[in-house]
């Protein structure tokens, strides 16, 4: 099963008022030279870049003027985004068709980004433009040059869209923008992503207020990134759900975000009570067989013969395997509706087998507390017991 993910996907009809930089003139070139079956991965675009270009900010720039040149917005289908695609998948599609909405253009801006070695991000929130909030999230990137953080946003430095047409035209302004300049326009979902050591909350974007206020508690952003990369991807999730949650529930994209995030929580937390599921189910079919040697041994009649704590410690290890399974099995949170049959009926065999496992030890403590004559006397014919659980 695939990861959920939750992400519209935004463009603007924007107006183009950005002029190209003469600086990049000369890397945009050698981009838009660059071979056809050079653009079939974002593999071999990230050989072609770091063949061409040795500092990370031109590397970046030939990043941004590859995305935003060569992939043209899908207006047709930016309402019928897949949530369901991979990452790989949609990246994919994009060099394929050349097409995509902002999710495929970030999702080439960034993995190019990385190949070349830039540290980078994808990031997600909602948009405004002269004063009006869009009602549809967007993503855009982060990437790391010369030790300080930049805003990518290759959609919007596309081109535009006006009525329901897309035209191509490089706009500048979002190129490398300043996360203080960007946060105008552009806020994430989770504060951390704002870049800002004294955040924005989502009233204060809505209200236009987005300059720096000191009187807020710092907040270090370039620390808590460092944790954050650290963190398991279900504390990840928490985390980021938390800040979500904290900066304030404003609208339907915020609240689908975070309702996003918690069923990915419960995503995780189902599936890794699943893979505890499965190990405990490993642990029970091995006391099932070691309890099937004791009764074909028992039912041989304790021959060949054994000592008395070989006799007792065969007995006792399938027991004390089926004790832990059963500790275990009953900690185990939700494994969900597909798998809570499952659960229950590996309950009630641990139990089963368990209780038929004792009543085996306790005929052994009474056959090793008899003399060795009436031991040959105590021997009747015992079913096996217990089927392994696939």
């Known amino acids: 099963m695939k990861n959920i993910y939750i992400l519209l996907s935004l463009f603007l009809s924007v107006l183009s008022f950005g002029q190209v930089n003469a600086g990049y003139a000369l890397i945009d070139r050698k981009m838009a030279a660059i071979s056809t079956s050079s653009t079939n991965s974002t593999e071999a675009i990230a050989n072609y870049i770091n063949a061409n270009f040795k500092t990370d900010s031109d590397k970046i720039r030939a990043v941004f003027y590859w995305t935003a040149f060569n992939i043209s917005y899908d207006v047709a289908n930016m309402y019928a985004v897949n949530f369901n695609e991979t990452s790989q998948e949609q990246i994919t599609k994009t060099l394929k068709t050349k097409k995509g909405v902002c999710i ?48 990518f946003d290759p ?24 996360p203080t300049k960007l946060i105008s326009s552009h806020i ?24 720096i206020n000191k009187s807020k508690k710092y907040f270090n952003f370039e620390n808590e990134i460092a944790k954050f990369n650290n963190l398991s991807e279900i504390d990840k999730l928490f985390e980021s759900a938390a800040r979500i949650e904290k900066n304030g529930v404003k609208n339907a994209m915020i609240s689908e975000r975070l309702e996003g995030k918690k069923k990915e929580i419960t995503y995780l937390r189902q599936n890794s009570n699943i893979e505890k599921l499965n190990s405990i189910v490993n642990n029970y079919n ?64 641990i139990n089963d087998v368990l209780a038929q496992a ?22 009747t014919k015992v079913s096996w017991f217990g089927v392994p659980l696939n």
């Open 104 to 151: 495929h253009y970030a999702e080439v801006f960034n993995d190019i980004s990385n190949k070349i070695g830039i540290q980078s991000y994808i990031i997600e929130g909602y948009t405004k433009q002269y004063g009006k909030v869009a009602n549809l999230a967007h993503a855009w990137c982060a990437a790391k040059i010369d030790n300080k953080w930049y805003l």
């Open 155 to 178: 959609t919007w430095g596309s081109g535009y869209v006006n009525n329901g047409k897309f035209f191509k035209k490089l706009n500048e302004n979002y190129f490398k923008a300043e």
């Open 188 to 211: 994430s979902f989770d504060y951390l992503w704002q870049f800002l050591n004294y955040p924005i909350t989502n009233n204060e974007f809505y209200e236009g207020t987005t300059q």
């Open 286 to 349: 091995e006391a099932v067989v070691l309890l099937n040697d004791f009764v074909h041994y028992r039912n041989n009649k304790f021959k060949p013969s054994l000592s008395d704590d070989e006799i007792s410690s065969m007995i006792q290890a399938p027991i004390e395997k089926l004790a832990k399974c059963q500790d275990a099995v009953y900690t185990i949170g939700s494994v969900g509706t597909g798998n809570s049959s499952s659960l229950t009926s590996l309950k009630k065999s």
């Open 358 to 379: 004792k009543e085996h030890e306790s005929f052994v403590q009474e056959y090793l507390s008899k003399s060795k004559i009436v031991r040959k006397t105590m021997f």
